[in-house]
């Protein structure tokens, strides 16, 4: 079975330009999850959708934005970009209502100049 | 807050050494932990995880202990290879309704043949 597919793999914008960024999950698996990883930092949790739904948010501003699809792929969106949002854009699938690990992707290395 | 801490940063051992890496975290209301591995530039690969009830778990030369009421886990890694050369994450959820980890910045290993 297929993994969890990010795209792209590398992106290159310009400050204040805008960015979206595709997961598609494990078959099966309901539940996506994004993370922000900055060089030589542990990831940090951006948004979980569930069922098309928002179940968590983390401590990002309103630029940062995402959405759910029937199909349980999931888009992240950042406007205005600034060159802090420079870092790896990591998802993460999960089966819900299971003991299940979070499965991640490779993620899309963002690049703001 | 949760907060988690992973020392030492960075560790060097001869290949066939047996190790462990460390992961502390200050609020013991977990649902579960994870542990990690990241390649350079890579995503993250689940090794194990431990269920809040759970004292340990044991992934071929992997075994991850978790002690939740002092709020540490270790990551023993036996026979060490080579290959065994990473950074390795541990991650925190917590009981919120949601599925956020929490991370650490994690432990560089390096394995020296």
């Known amino acids: 079975d297929a993994g969890v597919t990010q795209s792209p793999t590398h992106l290159i914008k310009t400050r204040g330009q805008h960015v979206t960024l595709r997961c598609s999950p494990i078959?099966?698996?309901?539940?996506v999850s994004w993370y922000q990883q900055v060089l030589g930092q542990g990831p940090q949790f951006i948004f979980q959708?569930?069922?098309?739904?928002?179940?968590g948010r983390g401590n990002f501003p309103d630029r940062f934005s995402a959405r759910q699809f029937p199909n349980y792929s999931s888009e992240l969106n950042v406007n205005a970009l600034l060159l802090g949002d420079s870092a790896l854009y990591l998802c993460a699938s999960r089966q819900a209502y299971s003991n299940q690990p979070q499965h991640f992707g490779d993620g899309t290395r963002l690049s703001i100049l | 807050k949760q907060e988690v801490t992973q020392i030492p940063a960075a560790l060097s051992v001869p290949e066939g050494e047996n190790l462990v890496l460390n992961c502390s975290f200050t609020?013991?209301?977990?649902?579960?932990l994870q542990w990690f591995r990241q390649d350079p530039g890579k995503g993250l690969t689940s090794l194990l995880l431990i269920q809040s009830s759970q004292r340990e778990q044991t992934s071929g030369r992997l075994n991850a202990s978790l002690d939740k009421s002092s709020g540490r886990s270790t990551l023993y890694i036996a026979a060490s290879q080579p290959g065994d050369s990473a950074t390795y994450l541990c991650?925190?959820?917590?009981?919120?309704?949601?599925?956020?980890?929490?991370f650490g910045t994690g432990t560089r290993l390096t394995i020296i043949p």
């Open positions: 078959s099966g698996h309901k539940s």
């Open positions: 959708y569930y069922e098309k739904e928002e179940r």
């Open positions: 609020d013991s209301a977990i649902y579960n």
């Open positions: 991650a925190v959820r917590g009981n919120f309704g949601n599925e956020k980890l929490t």
